[in-house]
């Protein structure tokens, strides 16, 4: 029917007939399957057209043949989807820590570990120059248009296959023999770093690149087709791998030739060999499911419209990946001209900085992109707000209270986890402390890394990209002023706070981007939850202070673990306490998941 023509009476044979559909949670659901906020009192209806009847032919004799269509099966809810996922992400999250807390207990904080950490970011650093943004950005988004082919993407997602594992071929050759310039990149001259190390351990690490090429790649193909659990259950193999590694190698008599440095040392080659399997243990990990979806690879040459596409978009992608790589090199420079162990410091209180994030906002993110693409794809922006809307209230809820707590146990998590073995818990509080001190940028990291989904999704590149640049742009001399403003010593304190204001900064300029792209974003309800959320935390916040004064200050790991355990508790409970008997809507995921939990173990306990 044309736009603005009237309604057509119910009688009239070209009248849309409205079949209502069962809506609502299917029984087998713990999660809502959508955002409420998303749908429309319409939505719920399936429109399907009655032919004309034939001319002449009277209304009552007329036999009306509707087709049948048979309907798509749906994908799985976001809510329930990054749900499964979180729990997979927390075990992974939690089995790597182990790890690292494993390897600061093993080696400590000093010199071995920082040459340990700057060589374990370059395969990172590398494969995400080479295609790591891209297909975490792009190839989601372009392989699910490829499934309206005839061949249900294939073809498409063959050749993204070959020219990937080419370049990540060419790619880890390269660096592996370029090893000693790349880690020239990241240490000062006249520092703490131990060069001759950092390039050891960088040509153990460096083949990583492929592999983490090919579970990208592979993961990439999996999350188009909904399929969400093997990419999310890989890591923890890998940290099992690694775990198992660092069990061995603390094991094995002595410690790591540092001056000289024998690239044939025992415990230099198990712990670099080991390091490097688990990465290729979680890559081949995905290889079985995605054998059972019926996807065959083979070799297949040549570019089409999407690749030329694809190539487009990466080039911009390459270029956010290069603004930030030069934001990284800027920070570990400034971290190794600071006293040693800043660079390892950094780079654990950063993974208990991304532990809450890792958790619920990656989860949240693999679930969404498959259906933020679909509603971009069709151009319905309605949808693709509400998804960011969506996005950005659930983070809030979920992050907001666990990152007020962390200012209050950053100091305590630092002791209780990283003091002992070789590490010391002076060593150990100020990696709490740098966690503490950077806490607050917890939700803004999270709602960049949601607005770049969306601008991706949109298949729009560039503004990720110039956004990067201002974020460089104001990072980059805030920490040229950490080494002229702070003590050798708290230069790692100061690098974390300049991360933390980068992002917001970051997410604000992101919000005024969408904004401008698509028009009312719902602020007015994400700015509402974000105050009672904020409210909350305060409370929780104030609650957990009046917990620590309890605790006697009676010194040693018992007592730290005591005070840890009550402050967050007891933080965490009245944050969220007070947001539900604020009745806010985003918590109601999380408190129908809990509810159910409980009533099933109740019943299995009776």
């Not at 290889?287 to 487009?312: A, I, N, Q, S, Y």
Request: proline fraction near 7%.
């Amino acid at each position: 029917m044309p736009f603005g023509a009237p309604p057509l009476a119910p009688n009239d044979p070209d009248a849309t007939i409205f079949i209502p559909r069962v809506g609502g949670v299917p029984a087998s659901s713990r999660w809502p399957v959508a955002d409420p906020d998303a749908l429309r009192p319409y939505d719920s209806l399936v429109p399907r057209m009655l032919p004309r009847l034939p001319s002449g032919a009277p209304a009552g004799e007329a036999t009306v043949h509707v087709p049948r269509v048979e309907p798509k099966a749906a994908p799985p809810s976001i809510a329930k989807s990054s749900g499964q996922m979180a729990i997979a992400s927390l075990v992974s999250r939690i089995t790597g820590f182990l790890w690292k807390i494993m390897l600061v207990w093993a080696v400590g904080t000093g010199v071995e570990n920082d040459s340990f950490n700057i060589a374990n970011t370059l395969p990172n650093v590398v494969f995400e120059l080479l295609l790591g943004g891209v297909l975490s950005s792009v190839v989601v988004p372009l392989m699910v248009r490829s499934q309206d082919d005839p061949d249900g993407g294939a073809a498409y997602t063959q050749r993204m296959l070959t020219v990937g594992l080419t370049v990540l071929a060419v790619g880890t050759v390269i660096a592996v023999i370029a090893a000693p310039a790349l880690t020239s990149l990241y240490t000062e001259q006249g520092g703490h770093a131990n060069s001759a190390l950092t390039n050891a351990f960088a040509r153990l690490l460096l083949p990583e690149i492929f592999f983490y090429g090919v579970f990208a790649l592979l993961s990439a193909i999996l999350n188009a087709k909904h399929i969400f659990g093997p990419t999310a259950w890989a890591p923890v193999m890998n940290n099992v791998v690694v775990i198992a590694t660092l069990g061995l190698f603390m094991l094995m008599p002595g410690k790591i030739s540092t001056d000289p440095v024998q690239l044939s040392d025992p415990k230099l080659l198990v712990l670099g060999i080991g390091v490097t399997l688990g990465i290729v243990v979680q890559a081949a990990l995905l290889v079985p499911p995605l054998l059972r979806t019926g996807f065959r690879f083979k070799w297949r040459w040549g570019v089409d419209k999407r690749m030329k596409e694809f190539g487009g978009l990466a080039l911009w992608i390459l270029g956010y990946v290069a603004v930030s790589q030069v934001g990284l090199t800027v920070n570990t420079r400034v971290l190794t001209s600071g006293d040693p162990g800043g660079v390892t410091i950094y780079s654990n209180a950063w993974l208990l900085f991304q532990l809450p994030y890792g958790v619920i906002g990656v989860s949240l993110l693999t679930a969404i992109m498959p259906r933020l693409s679909r509603n971009a794809a069709d151009g319905d922006v309605r949808k693709v707000v509400a998804d960011l809307s969506y996005g950005s209230r659930i983070s809030t809820v979920m992050l907001v209270p666990i990152a007020a707590v962390l200012t209050v146990v950053g100091g305590s998590i630092g002791v209780a986890l990283f003091s002992g073995g070789a590490n010391s818990a002076a060593e150990a509080e100020r990696l709490g402390e740098a966690l503490a001190i950077s806490s607050f940028g917890l939700l803004p990291y999270a709602l960049v890394m949601l607005q770049l989904r969306v601008f991706y999704a949109m298949k729009d590149a560039r503004t990720p990209t110039l956004i990067m640049v201002v974020m460089t742009v104001v990072k980059i001399p805030l920490l040229y002023l950490c080494p002229v403003l702070l003590d050798a010593r708290d230069i790692v304190l100061g690098s974390m706070l300049v991360n933390s204001l980068t992002f917001v900064v970051g997410a604000i300029m992101g919000q005024v981007w969408l904004w401008a792209s698509l028009g009312n974003l719902r602020s007015k309800r994400v700015l509402g939850v974000i105050l009672f959320t904020v409210v909350a935390s305060g409370l929780g916040v104030a609650a957990a202070v009046a917990a620590g004064w309890l605790v006697p200050d009676a010194g040693g790991q018992a007592t730290v673990w005591v005070k840890l355990i009550l402050q967050g508790l007891v933080g965490l409970a009245v944050s969220f306490g007070v947001l539900a008997a604020l009745k806010v809507e985003e918590l109601a995921p999380a408190t129908k998941r809990f509810a159910r939990l409980a009533k099933g173990r109740q019943r299995r306990g009776e």
